[in-house]
């Protein structure tokens, strides 16, 4: 599918004029702290540019198709933010600024000595790197499969038009260039709720679709139950989404170089407050996006599978089967649709319990078809993804926004992608400079570089990161499951750098060779754990920070004494 | 290190929020309306279901 001559205009338009305005704004890079900084920023921009920092590419193509297909609990997972926040505001925050520090890991020198610094900057270092290839590759794929753009290409453009002004710019342009896109991507997702609702057949409400959703599973927003097997609910939600936020927040230096940017304390505690209060409702809205579209589809035919590059791949080999399936699919369709429809009828009526019994049973009659059609793929094309929740977003703004509308939408798709893309390099950048070649230059007795100089090594250290980001994403296809991998790959380092945080602030009488040993055991246990048990990848985190408090406390009391 | 921004920050660690006079009722604040979210999206998950 290609884009209109409209839709082009308004996604460069668009995608320029954020990439120039943030360039011209950011002018005049003097030194490395202004590179690594930015320095003097506001609250507004803080918080919004903290948001687009989180927000990636994959929120607003994958986020949707879980809404659409799993329901609004995910939501649930962002319970523990606003609290993850708040301690970040109260305690990480003061610190940071009364040590006067350009990255995060700087602190751990401050606190314990330079070898802690060393590893807790390497740990970041492995992850974002690889994290980074992949906020690059995941968007791509999926754009050169649904819009027939060349896969390396996009890869290259996406990342070329970033590193430009990153390099250029610094952080500052990366702060004042996500705020735009911030904007961009919260109008796109409201023009997207507005579109969907107004698409729904004359007749059904938006209390009649969220009625028809709830029927069917997918208002399942909050739950109570303290259910372990469950992967998403209150629970969960308040103490791994805590800690994870906690950790990427408030040690992770692609979020830190964001809020070190304000003009001052409170600006940086006002950014992070302002994240704490409006993420839970954007992913809320996200998801809500995505069960209207389930519904929107229940009544306008939605395609069978919504990979349609793949399904027509596998109907070339198998145009019989898929025939077959499509037809089977037409009167799945028809006959959920007119379930839909008497279940909105007989709402408050006396019927309305079996007009919802024939409702779920239309619903689980068109999932075989679609179950059958994931069969069918598997069996067509074996190394092939048979899951389609990433597509069905972007199938519904191609094929049902009005031209001009479909370009904004992507370009919130790009903006998204680019601001977690300059938040990654930079903090790549900032970290290599400042925590091991400025370090190191220290360490070996060399005398202070120019200003100059210092800010030449972060803009060159930016590239660099930049290229091994590219690169590993023009690879990244030649791997199975790496969008996968490379999730469990974030949660193997992030337990072990949050307890080396954790020991520092909290507990103050642990020194630096228990809180190091105690790390590397962490992070060999993690290892270990990821080879030998079948541990959700989400409870690394947990037990990779618990793991370094723990034996570093075991450290102090036995081969230290304490202060 | 010294110089930059940070410096002129240090004496604004304590500085109260521009609203609400303290911090701890600002926390109180984003701590309540997380709450509230919570019970209005239990209510709705109530009354869909």
Redesign the interface.
């Known amino acids: 599918m290609s884009l209109a001559a409209l839709d082009w205009l308004v996604l460069i338009g668009t995608i320029a004029t954020i990439v120039l305005y943030g360039a011209w704004r950011s002018r005049g890079m003097r030194d490395v702290n202004s590179f690594v900084r930015g320095d003097a920023l506001k609250w507004p921009t803080i918080g919004l540019s903290i948001m687009a920092t989180q927000a990636s590419a994959i929120t607003f193509i994958s986020t949707p198709g879980q809404g659409f297909s799993d329901g609004m609990r995910f939501v649930q997972f962002y319970f523990g933010l606003p609290l993850a926040m708040i301690v970040i505001s109260a305690v990480f925050v003061p610190v940071y600024y009364r040590l006067n520090v350009r990255t995060a890991y700087e602190y751990l020198e401050h606190r314990f000595d330079v070898r802690v610094r060393l590893f807790g900057g390497l740990l970041f270092l492995i992850g974002r790197g690889l994290g980074t290839g992949i906020t690059i590759y995941a968007p791509a794929i999926i754009l050169s499969q649904i819009l027939g753009w060349p896969l390396h290409p996009t890869i290259w453009a996406m990342g070329l038009v970033v590193v430009v002004y990153t390099v250029l710019g610094g952080s500052r342009a990366v702060s004042i260039t996500q705020k735009q896109q911030m904007i961009v991507m919260l109008s796109g997702l409201a023009v997207a709720a507005v579109v969907v609702i107004v698409r729904l057949p004359r007749g059904v409400s938006v209390g009649d679709a969220v009625s028809v959703a709830g029927a069917l599973g997918r208002m399942n927003v909050v739950s109570f139950d303290l259910d372990f097997s469950s992967r998403y609910n209150f629970w969960s939600g308040i103490t791994g989404g805590f800690f994870l936020a906690l950790s990427y927040f408030g040690t992770d230096q692609s979020q830190v170089q964001r809020y070190l940017s304000g003009s001052s304390v409170t600006e940086s505690r006002l950014g992070l407050l302002f994240n704490g209060i409006f993420k839970v409702p954007m992913q809320l809205l996200i998801l809500f996006i995505g069960v209207m579209v389930f519904v929107f589809y229940i009544f306008t035919r939605p395609p069978m599978h919504f990979d349609q590059p793949t399904m027509a791949q596998v109907a070339a080999g198998h145009g019989a089967e898929v025939a077959a399936l499509e037809a089977r699919h037409d009167r799945a369709f028809a006959e959920r649709r007119d379930a839909a429809l008497a279940f909105i009828a007989a709402r408050g009526t006396a019927e309305q319990p079996a007009a919802r019994a024939r409702l779920v049973d239309a619903e689980h009659g068109f999932t075989a078809v679609h179950d059958d059609a994931k069969a069918l793929i598997k069996r067509a094309l074996p190394g092939a993804e048979t899951r389609d929740t990433d597509f069905v977003f972007l199938s519904f703004v191609l094929e049902h926004l009005p031209v001009g509308l479909v370009g904004l939408l992507i370009a919130v798709i790009l903006c998204a992608a680019m601001s977690a893309i300059a938040s990654g390099l930079i903090s790549l950048g900032a970290t290599t400079v400042v925590d091991f070649y400025l370090r190191l230059r220290q360490a070996l007795g060399r005398p202070p570089a120019s200003p100059r100089h210092d800010l030449r090594a972060s803009q060159i250290a930016t590239i660099a990161w930049a290229a091994v980001a590219i690169g590993f994403a023009s690879l990244a296809s030649l791997f199975a499951n790496l969008i996968e991998a490379v999730n469990i790959l974030g949660s193997i380092f992030y337990g072990p750098i949050l307890g080396l945080f954790v020991v520092a602030l909290f507990i103050r009488w642990v020194t630096a060779t228990p809180a190091l040993v105690g790390a590397v055991v962490a992070q060999l246990l993690i290892f270990g754990l990821l080879a030998a048990s079948k541990l959700a990848f989400l409870w690394y985190n947990v037990i990779g920070c618990a793991a370094v408090v723990v034996v570093s406390l075991v450290m102090q009391v036995f081969w230290e004494k304490p202060r | ?10 004496s ?2 304590e ?1 109260p ?2 609203v609400m006079r303290t ?1 701890g009722r ?2 109180w604040l ?2 309540g ?2 709450a509230f ?2 019970v209005a ?2 209510l ?2 109530r ?3």
Do not use: H
């Open positions: 290190m010294s110089g930059g921004p940070a410096d002129s920050a240090r604004g660690i500085a929020p521009p911090w600002l926390y984003v701590a309306l997380l979210d919570v999206m239990w709705l998950t009354w869909a279901a």
